[in-house]
């Protein structure tokens, strides 16, 4: 099995946090399709044949192209690669896109699961975000996605932003409740170069984020998922049972996946590579050269146990010893495993470690002090 990723580089607005690639100049929409389409058909050989089982529209705002735009791209996957076993097509969406008449169309594509950009169900947390959308369209999108028959629903939630009380943050948690969504990821705003938000903080005109504030409402959140039975499966994912995320998950079981579009990432166990950042050049090279534009990395053994030691400390399923020994023949260091148990960050039953409540907070630093060296 394998996943397809398509990146959509475009927004309406830029958020003050975000430091993924996308572009505000629609303009060049149609070219962009198309060298998508193109670069489908030239990476036809990547994944050797796997089945497809997922595909994924992220950005970006993939909700800002049409339905049909959507369902071409759809067209090419189709037409190179093997979907029989498709189980999940997730589409990336903006509340303020998710409107009857999109969701209506939506209904004629093959999409089966919406992942909603929501962030919050405070206004002036949306504002200083610069999101694009408002409370109200919020509530819209969720009810007329239910309405038309979207079960699977996930939707993004923001923690860590300037007055949010830990009243506030339970609040979000409940009102979510209120939708019956089945899934959602949670992340700590986090100051990323080359932002506004960055600049706002070094300009003096913000002041710096509370890490503290966020620690306690991560742990507020893992506390109010369980009780309200929700998976915490992966560090920012909760979903119920049934619910989880598979394209995401695969990722984290290390199964392989194709990205398509700038920026977008691959991963086919021997090698990672990465897209150019930048629309214009991916739309010459794909077009005009007929070439991928693209930096490829092969993956040492550290690099291959290093990956999987990142991504499974991250999961509820652990990071299975065992199977570092079969795969790659090494160990990692006893002694600092032994170091964090006694720390009460890492626990261990039979041969998989799991990171504690605790551990969660230092995920990161933990894995990186598991990771070998070559
Ligand atoms: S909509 Fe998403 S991708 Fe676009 S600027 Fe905002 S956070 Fe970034």
Redesign the pocket.
């Known amino acids: 099995m394998a996943g397809i990723y398509i990146h959509i580089p475009f927004?309406?607005?830029?958020?003050n946090?975000?430091?993924?690639h996308?572009s505000t100049s629609l303009a060049s929409k149609s070219h962009l399709i198309e060298a998508i389409k193109e670069e489908l058909r030239l990476q036809a050989s990547y994944l050797q044949n796997h089945a497809i089982d997922t595909i994924y529209f992220g950005?970006?705002?993939p909700s800002l192209l049409s339905a049909e735009e959507l369902q071409s791209i759809f067209a090419s996957i189709e037409r190179y690669y093997s979907i029989n076993e498709l189980k999940e097509f997730t589409l990336?969406a903006?509340p303020d896109d998710l409107d009857a008449n999109y969701l209506n169309a939506l209904q004629n594509t093959s999409v089966n699961r919406l992942s909603i950009?929501v962030?919050s169900f405070k206004e002036a947390d949306l504002l200083f975000?610069?999101?694009?959308h408002s409370i109200q369209q919020v509530d819209y999108a969720l009810k007329c996605a239910q309405d038309k028959g979207f079960t699977n629903i996930s939707i993004d939630l923001i923690y860590g932003t300037p007055n949010l009380s830990m009243k506030e943050w339970e609040q979000h948690l409940n009102t979510m409740l209120t939708y019956e969504i089945p899934h959602f990821s949670s992340y700590g705003l986090t100051v990323e170069p080359k932002t506004t938000l960055a600049h706002q903080i070094k300009t003096k005109q913000l002041p710096a984020l509370n890490p503290d504030e966020a620690a306690q409402q991560f742990l507020l959140l893992i506390d109010w998922a369980k009780e309200n039975n929700f998976d915490h499966y992966e560090i920012s994912n909760f979903g119920k049972p049934g619910a989880h995320a598979i394209h995401n998950t695969n990722y984290w079981k290390g199964i392989p996946y194709l990205g398509i579009g700038p920026s977008a990432h691959s991963f086919n166990h021997k090698s990672r590579q990465w897209n150019i950042a930048n629309n214009q050049v991916y739309i010459k090279s794909i077009l005009q050269d007929q070439t991928i534009p693209a930096t490829e990395e092969e993956l040492s053994l550290a690099d291959q146990v290093n990956e999987y030691v990142m991504t499974s400390l991250r999961t509820m399923w652990g990071c299975d010893l065992d199977k570092i020994k079969n795969t790659w023949h090494t160990t990692l260091d006893t002694v600092i495993i032994e170091k964090y148990i006694q720390q009460q960050l890492l626990t261990q039953h039979q041969q998989t470690i799991f990171l504690s409540k605790q551990g969660k907070l230092f995920a990161d630093a933990i894995a990186a002090d598991l990771f070998i060296v070559s």
């Open positions: 927004c309406k607005k830029a958020c946090y975000c430091n993924f996308f950005g970006g705002t990336e903006n950009g962030q975000m610069n999101r694009a």
